[in-house]
Each structure stands twice: as C-alpha cells, then as structure tokens.
C-alpha cells in the first residue's frame, strides 16, 4: 500500500492546480487574463477561493480514498463481516461543523469587500467617460453622453480612465461582458443598470453577449479598444467632425455614396456627414458613421476588410444567420457586384478623408493568439 | 424457509363489495391493469421506467448540442435548432426526468421503509404520475406542432412574451410546466401525508430510514417552491393568451420579476432534485460499508437546514442583473451558509465508511463517485456564489460545468447507485455485476471528461446557450475534449441499459436481501407481494431490519412475531383500481391543447371533463380486496432470506 | 374502513382499522398541506400585485374605482359565512342534521351572495375603463382578485355537493371529517380574502 505515497502525490498536484490557473489561459476573452482593476480583483477572488478548496479537496478525496482502501472487504468472508456499529460521534460533527464555518468566514470576507470595491454604483464626473449601450437584437448601440454621438459594436475608450457605461436594452435581455475588463452585467428593459472599469494597457478586448436572446445571440459580440490618449483624442475629434466629411476625389467612392440611397441603406443606417446639412437613419440601426475606422463587420463577427464588408452586403444573413439586414441585391442581379464595390469604397472612406484604401490598425489584440 | 418467489402464496383475498355508485376495476394482468393501477410499486415503475424514456431523449438532444459544439463554426444546428435543442435537454432533465425519478424511487421505497401498504392517497399518487407523463407527452409533440420552447430552461421574460417569440413553442413550455406541476405537487403531498401518518407502530420520526426522511424534506419544498412557478406560469399564458400586462415592458412590466419567480421556485427546485439523491447515498453507503449512517441526527438535521436555506439563496442566480451590492452581499452569504450543512453530510458519509467493511459494489461504485464528484460541484458552486467571481462566470460554460457536475454528477450519479440497490428488490433478479463496473467506469470517467473542461471553457470566455463559438481563442480542445466525452459516456450508457434488461431476462434470483441491508424494504420477497408486508412490521429501532438480524451487534432488541398481532387483527385491506386518475390526465392534455390553440370550447369541455371526473372519483366508492386476519404469508422479517 | 369498532381492546393508532401513526385523519393531513401550498399561490399573485403597485402608466388607478363601502359589505358577508361554517360542524357533530344541512347551505348561500358582488365589481370596474389589459393595475387586480373568486367558486359548488349528499347518503357525526375539511377550505378563502381586501382596498385609502 502506497496511500502515503498518492496521498502525497494527489496534494501535490491538487496544490498546483490554483498555480496554473493564475497564469495559463490568457486571450482576448478569457476572465483570467484581467487588463483592469475590476477584472483583476474578480480574478484574485477566484484563485483565492481555488486555493482554499485546495484543502477541502485533499481532506475530502483523501479521507475518501483512503477509508475506501483502508476498510474495503477483501473477501467474501469479510463481506458479511459485522464491523462495530458506531452511530457517530458528537465531538467529530462539532469540529466538522466548525471547519466548514471557517472556511465560510475566509471567503465571505473577501468577497464582500471586492462587492463593494467593484459593484457599487458610482456617478460618471468630469474625468470618467461615460457611454450609454444598449443591446439590440443582435448588436450593441454606444451612445458617447459626454461628446454626443453614437457608434455601433466597437467601444474606443482612453486608457486609464474610468468608463462608466450606463445599459439598456431595446427588446430582449441582453448582457455586457468583456472577460478582459470586468464580469458582466445585464441589459434589462426598464432596468437601469450601470457597469464600470478601467483597461490598464492598451489593447484590443473581445465582449459578447452573455444573456440568451435568440437569433444570432451567438454571434452577437463586440470590442472594447483601449488607446493612448493621443490617439483616443484624435479619434474623438474625427468623430466630432464627421458632419464635416469632405467630397472624396474618388469617383468610386462617391457613386458608392449615391448608390446609398438609392439602395435605401440609409432608410434604416445613419451616417454623420452624409450629405451637408442632411440627416439620414434611423436611431434603431447600427450607426455607420465614420465606418472606416471600424475593425469589425457584423458585431465584430469579421474584420473589417473590403472582401469581407462585400460579403456582409451580397448576403447578410449568410455571414449572420437570422439578422435583421436585409439582403439588397438578388442574386442575378448584374450590377450587383460593381454596385457593392462601390459602397464598400464608400463605407471605408468614412473617417478616412475620403481614402478607401491604406491600412488601418488600431491597438493590438490584447493577450495574443 | 426457502428463498420466495415472485409470487407469494398469499390465499387469494375476498374482494370486498362496492360501496359507491360505480365499481372499481379489480384487473390483475394486462394493459388495463397497468392502465388502472393504484398499486404504488406499479406507479414507481412507470415513472422510473417513463423517466428513463425522457432521460433517453433529453440524452440524444445533449448529443447532438456536443456534436454541434465539436468544432468551432459547426452547421450541423441552426441557431434555432440548437436553442430548442438546449431548452429541451433541460426542461426534460430536469422536469421529466431526474425530478420524476426520485418521485420513482419514493413511490416504490418509502411505503416499503416505514412498512406501510401503500401511499396515503394511492388513486391521487396514479393521478400524479398520469399528470406528469401527460404534461411529457404534451412538451414533446410540440416538436411536431410548429416548434419546441427555444428560450432556455428558465425562459426568462421577455423572451417569451409573444411579439419577441410569436411560435407556439414558448406555450408549449409553459402550458405543459403548468399541468406538469399539479402532477407534482398531488404526489408531493401525498407523500408527506404517508410519511406523516403511515409509519408502522414504533417508527417513530427518529426511526425513520433516511430516504424516506429526505423525500419528507423535499416533499416539502415541492409544495411551498411550485407555486410562486405555476404563478409566474399563469401570468405568462395570460400575458401570451389574452392580453395582460405582466411581462410588457411597454406598458411597466418588470421582466426582472419573471426571473424572482423563477428562482424562488428553481433554487429549491434544485435542492428537489439532489435531496433525494443524498437519501439514497444515505442508505447505500450504510449498506455496503455494513455500519449505521454516521451521525443520524446531524444528517437529517442538516437535510432539513438545506431545504430551509433553499429558499433563501434564490439571487444567487441574479448577481449580474444589478440588484445591487447589498442584495448581492447577502444573497452570497446565504449561498456560502448552505455549503454547512451538505459539507455536514459529506463528512458523515466518510465517517460511515470510516471503520466499515467496504463491500465494492457497482452501486458503491457509484456512490463513492457521487461523493467526489458532488464535492467538487458544489466547490464550483461556492466559487459561483462569489457574486463578483460570478460576474465572469454567469451564462459562461462555468456554470455549465457546476451544475452538471451537482445534477449529472451527483444526483443522477446517485440514481444510478440506488438503481443497482434497489433493482433486485423490483425485479427479483440481480444486475449483472461485472457489466456494471465496466458500465461504471466509462460513465464516470467520461462525464468528467465532458465536463472538467467545460470549467476552463468558461473561464476563457465561451458564454452558453451559443450554437457556435470564436475560433482562435483557445476554446477549441475544451470543446473538442467535451464532445469526446460524450462518447465514453455513450458507452457507459449502453452498457447500463444492456445490464438493466439482462437482469429482468436473465439476472439471477435475488432473494429477499441480497445486500444484507438494513431498513424494511429488505424484508418483504423481491418484489414484494401486492400487499407488501403479511404482517404489520413493529419497529423498535434505527435501522428496522438489521435490529432483527444482529441485535447483538447494535445491542438491540429483536421484535417478536407476535408484536404484530394487535394490528394484524382487522386484516388488510387494499382498495381496488381506478379509471378516473388515468381519465383525468388525459382531460388534462385536452385542456392544454385546447389553450394552446386558444379553443376555448374545448377548454370548456376538458374542464367540464375534469369536473365530472371529480364527482366519479369521489362516488366511485372502494371496492379491493380484504385480506382477513390470521393467515400468514411467506418472508416476513426472514433472516434466512439472504443466506 | 371496513375493520370491526369494538370499543374495546382496539390497539393504539388503530381506530380506523389501518395503523395510524398521526392522530389527524388523513383527509384534513392533506388539506393543511394543500392549504399551505395555496399561500404560496396567493403569496406569489400578492407580491406581483404589490411589485406592480404604482406603476401603471395609463389610468384608471385604484383610488378612482375602488369603492370601500360596497366591498365592506361584502367581506363582510363572506365573514359571516365563515361563522355559519362553525354552526355547520358543531350541527353535524351533535347529529343535528337539519340544522347541519340549513347552516350548510348558508355558508354556501353566501358565498354566492360574495360571488355576486365580485361579478357586480367587476362589471363596474370594466364600465369605468379598467380592464385586464388596460394597465398593470387592472392586469394584477383582476388576476388576483378572480383566483380568489374561483377558489369561493369551488367552496360553493363543495359544500352544495355536500349538501346533495347528505339526501342521497344520511351524514352523521363520524362523517364529520369531510365537513372539517370543506371547512378548513373555506376559513382559508375567507383569511385570504382579508389580507387581499387589506392591502388591495383599504391600504389605498390610508
Ligand atoms: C443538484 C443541483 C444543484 C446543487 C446541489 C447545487 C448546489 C449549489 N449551487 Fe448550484 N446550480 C444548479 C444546480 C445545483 N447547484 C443549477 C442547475 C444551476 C444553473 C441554472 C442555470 O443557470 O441554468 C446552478 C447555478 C448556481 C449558481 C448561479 C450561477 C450563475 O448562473 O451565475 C450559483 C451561484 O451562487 C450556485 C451555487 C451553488 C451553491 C453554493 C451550492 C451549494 O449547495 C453547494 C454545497 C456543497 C459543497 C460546498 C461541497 C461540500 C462541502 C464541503 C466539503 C464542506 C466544506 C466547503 C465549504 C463550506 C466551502 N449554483
Ligand atoms: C439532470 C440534469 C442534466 C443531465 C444529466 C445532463 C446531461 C448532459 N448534458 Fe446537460 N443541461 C442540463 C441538465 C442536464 N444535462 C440543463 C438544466 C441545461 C441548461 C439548459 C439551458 O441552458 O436552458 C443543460 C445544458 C447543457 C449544455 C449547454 C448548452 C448550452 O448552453 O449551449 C451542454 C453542452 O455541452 C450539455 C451537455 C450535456 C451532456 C453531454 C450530458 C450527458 O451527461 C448526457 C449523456 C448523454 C450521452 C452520452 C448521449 C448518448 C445517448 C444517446 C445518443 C441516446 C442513446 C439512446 C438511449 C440511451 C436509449 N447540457
Ligand atoms: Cu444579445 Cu445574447
Ligand atoms: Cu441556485
């Protein structure tokens, strides 16, 4: 018999459990690899409470193991073997009442201490941004409250700042949830509910809807990308000069820019500086204002390349089952791809002074492939 | 005295004459007979057999979801698909078929434990099981009628209101959870009226096997947990059916009350499910460790302290819907307070193997690993109950993976354990012993290979409910490993059922107590005669039948034949068959079609059905059978029916 | 059922000729049961009613329909039945059987008089717009209250049931467990009518 020996061996390996965890499975969506305070105390509270099961587990496997081995019947004369009947033992059930209560008291602690650090409510002042999301059936609105405009499925925030995003929903449930930077929190109709971090690095953090809404749900996801200062500023200001989108010298871009109304994408996508002193959409669709500094197609479901915008546009529904775009051209239409090139040259140009073309790289993707 | 046959040479019974206005059935073989049965070890039998038939499907539907999940970007389920496909496996698991497996097993044991001849109300315990296999029946053709529910097993508001999900599927989930419940909820407080007032002379609450005592608790819950779920239920069908305003958001409603309701009634529903797994962990490990339940107080004590805090830790399902840090705080409080009392437990169970002779069964195979796998799941469910831990692992594979390590783990784990117990007293015959260990470990080993890695899934990320999931972000082997499982497990299953039907064809006779157990169920022939015990049994201690076959050992005193005399006196009496339970269940299925599809004649009719059924019912008078007193069967309290 | 009561040498909890390890009979086990998951049922409609207090959006609101005298009168017809219910047992237990079958077909006599007053109450309520699906006023109001109507519904149409029975089938004392128990029933509706008439009614007007 080597119980010693296993009982040795399972500690050990019990006790290197909380140790991998703390620093294997990073990634861009992965809730222990925190780039921001919040996410990083939610992640210490889970590897502490994974060191105290450490002991639960090697008291309880271990006693298990070992009585199971220890006592077991060797043969079928001890299998009607009558051990003595002890009924219990008033001294053993106090002190394994107490074990657990101790235990009890290591977490409670901690824990309400981290509630109250990480969840209470808090009031966006003048050095927080605050952003207002709202979840639709299948993609995130963000209202910027402090510099108002709105954009869709991408959330740029400065790095080290406080953002404060207050949430809503327009149908359904929906959750905000972005590993990296903090745990979820729902989006509830006629429930104000309020989510805060802070992204230490910059980066690029994967969120995804966390609360079942039918439909696409699974894909309905979305990046927060966290910048320096410099660059976040410049951001803003391209936005907030949106209305003032120069005429492009391209021709291509600007029959894309007809070809969007007369497809009536604009019927239903607002698009800041559009055509001077035009307001064009609809508040319930995905704004495409300045889309060409967008990453992402389809709530962050693809890059947002060329190819890849040209194929959300032949056929939504095929890149996103169930979404609410519909598909604008039929299949044998001819004119079908120059028209799709051409409001793709458009769509990139958005925010770019008029270029379609050149690459656009905004933070890396935080954590690594 | 010889090991007794199936049939026990009972003098056939003086049927009694009908005192009411139409006669009962009195069938003993054929389809009628099993359609018209009161008899509760009959009723166990179909709901455990009808629960196996669910657990099947529910079981094809986790199949699929893994294949779907093996890779990312898989096509195999359209979302849609896929939802119904998850909704389904849940609602089925946990409504049609562990909840009802336990109800099986109580049906079947706990008249047998406390040595009494039946349930209290044997027509309203039929009535019970013929309401659930409806309600079953009925959640089952909506597959066939425009769409199974889609919106998840708690179908959280408004998902379900009728603009978000116009199909009939989300009617479908609440009709027949409606009907599903009284089915319940008749059983449950049939059961605590038995256990109340049916304990054979001596029994007292102290007495009581342990089994018994955890379905008495769950019982309990079953009748203070359903209603605030039938109400919520109600307000949806109105909501979807004639226009309220319940779940409107436009007009005020709160779909966050829909998610109160809800899990008032789901955590107990919960604690309904494991607690009668923790009674048959109680009664199996004694058995085969060949000592008492350590600590008999503490254990039932603590059983009754859970069900207590079961509804008092409901939020912990809410952390992330913003109730705010004080709710949350105490709401996690309360969580962490539960895990006590079933640590308690725990450590009672090692202390009854500690010191024991440890007889390695395949039902000890599963009860020891229902201890390690329980124990872990409910560490995850301690780390869950962390609220800001939990904000990560809400609706992430985490909680995936706690509560099919509690639930497939645990409580069906347990199931298994109490299936190879208890299956040579239903059937007469021993399991095979060697498929079973075989069966057992493919079945353990690959449900921790299905779901241990789901843990890590979650953690990196993969939220639930999603047909698909991002490539590139280290969800792949997770995923792959998890579906692998599948197919271990899928071994194990076969192997189980294979082992099930080579024992009711082929498996040796079993005798009256193959264990050498414990408790009054071991007493009677395998499987006992229609009237169970030819004696009232008199009781005098823990662990009824072991007093009568080493008193020596617990210095106990063995009960005289003749104890049994002053209640033997009257006879026995068992009530004869009924139509109207079974007539009932299928008014009922009328009904929950007919509102379904908003038939309100129809509706009319079934209710005009039921009222009817009703007046029969009460008019229907006895009838039955008397056993008069004096004649005396085979096997009682036999202590040479196990050598 | 059928076993000899020889008043004598019958062994304890054996009076009824099963063994009998509670005193209750097992019918009026059930009901408490049953009654005690029924407040779970109306503690669930309450807490809605009381969760969506307040927050109607459109009219008409509980102080423009509600009308304290008129329901006065009938809770407090509905509490006289209750009383008539005692007079009903304490009859059947005396072998009183005509007062036992006039006291009976009171209580159910005025249940109805209650039920009549709530279809009145209702029908006013609709003249004055407020309906199922007006607002989330009328939504709990009339869910609520209408459970609670259908649970009198059902008392009624018991204790008439009883009432017939008594023709067919003479009743006496030793029946007395199946009147306890529709009694048991019908103090029940009749407290829940009090808390619903205390919070629903008489709180708006505090
Ligand atoms: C059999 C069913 C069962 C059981 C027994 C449990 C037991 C527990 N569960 Fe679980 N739970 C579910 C079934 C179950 N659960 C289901 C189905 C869901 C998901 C529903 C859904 O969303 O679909 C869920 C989800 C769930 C959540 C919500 C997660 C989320 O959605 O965000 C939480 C959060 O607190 C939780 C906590 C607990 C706790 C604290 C226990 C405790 O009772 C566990 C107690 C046991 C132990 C602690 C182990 C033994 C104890 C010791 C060895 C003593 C020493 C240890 C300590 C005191 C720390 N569970
Ligand atoms: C008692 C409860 C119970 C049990 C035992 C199980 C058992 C299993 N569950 Fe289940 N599960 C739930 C209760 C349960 N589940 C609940 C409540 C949910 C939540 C639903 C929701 O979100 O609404 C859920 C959700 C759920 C998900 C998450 C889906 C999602 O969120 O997207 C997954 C994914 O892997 C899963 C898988 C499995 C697997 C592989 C098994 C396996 O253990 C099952 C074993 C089965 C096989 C190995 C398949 C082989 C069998 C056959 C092919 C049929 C053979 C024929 C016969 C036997 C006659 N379950
Ligand atoms: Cu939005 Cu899921
Ligand atoms: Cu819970």
Redesign the interface.
Known sequence: MHVRRWLQRGLAIAASVPLI?ACE?S??????DPAGPV?Q???D??VW??WL?VP??VG??G??LY??LR???KNAE????????????FK??IA??I???I??IL??VP??R???S????VEAGPDDLAVHATGYQWWFKFDYLDHGFTTANELIIPVGTRVVVS?DSA???H?F?V?NL?????M???????VWFVADAPGTY?G????????????M?FRVIAMEQPDYDRWIASFQNAAAQPVSADPLVERGRALVAQKGCVACHAIDGYRPGTEVGNPDFPSLTNFGLRTTVGAAIADNTPENLAAWLRDPQAMK??NYMPTLWRADDPNREDEIEAIVAYLLSLGRDGQASGQLTLGGIHGG? | MAVSKVTVPVPAPESTPSDGLFTRPTWTTGIASWLTTVDHKRLGLLYIFTSFLFMAAASVEAFLIRLQLAVPNNTLLSPDAYNQMFTMHGVTMVFLAIMPLGIGFANYFVPLQIGARDLAFPRLNALGYWIYAAGGAFLYSSFFLGGAPDAGWFAYSPLTSLSNNPGNGTDFYMIGLLVGGIGTLVTAMNLIVTIVSMRAPGMTMMRVPVFTWMMLVTSFLIIFAFPPLTIALLQVIMDRTFGTLFYVPEAGGMPILWQHLFWIFGHPEVYIIVLPAFGVISEVIPTFSRKPLFGYPVVILSGIFIGFMGFAVWSHHMFTTGLGPVVNTAFALTSFVIGIPTGIKIFNWLGTIWGGKVVFTTSMLYAISFLFTFTLGGITGIMLAVPPFDAQAQDSYFVVAHFHYVMGGGALMAFFAGLYYWFPKMSGKLMDERIGKLGFWFLVPGLHLIFFPQHIAGLMGMPRRTQTYVAGIGLELPNLLSTAGTFVMLIGLILLLVNIVHGVLRGKPAGNDPWDARTLEWSVSSPPPHHNFDHQPVVNDRDALWVQKYPESVHGERVPESASEPYDAAGIHLPGQSWYPLFMGLALLVFSYALLFHNFWVVGISLAMVFFFTYAWALEGVGGHHFPAGRRGAGQHSKEGHA | MSAATAATAVAPGMESGHYRSSKLPDIKLLMWVFLASDIMFFGTLIGTYLVYKGRSLTGPYPADVLDIPLTTVSTFVLLMSSFLMVLALHALRGDDIAKFRLWTFGVAFFGAIFLGFQIYEFAHFVDLGLTLQGNLFGTTFYVLTGTHGVHVSIGVIWLLSILIHSYVKPWSSKDEAYLEVAGLYWHFVDIVWIVIFTIVYLVEFV
């Open positions: 965890a499975f990634g861009p969506q992965s809730a222990l996410a105390a939610q992640r509270l889970f409470t994974l099961s639960v587990m309880v496997f006693v298990l009585s199971v006592f077991r019947a001890d299998e009607r073997a009558i051990p003595h009947q002890t009924h219990g033992n053993l059930e394994w009442t074990i657990p209560v235990l009890v977490v409670a824990t309400v981290t509630i109250f990480t969840e209470q409510r949430l149908d359904v449930l959750s949830w590993p903090a745990g979820k929190r729902d509830i109709p006629n429930n104000d509910n309020q994967y995804q809807c966390a609360e079942l809404c039918l439909g696409a749900h699974a894909y996801r089952p169930g492939q």
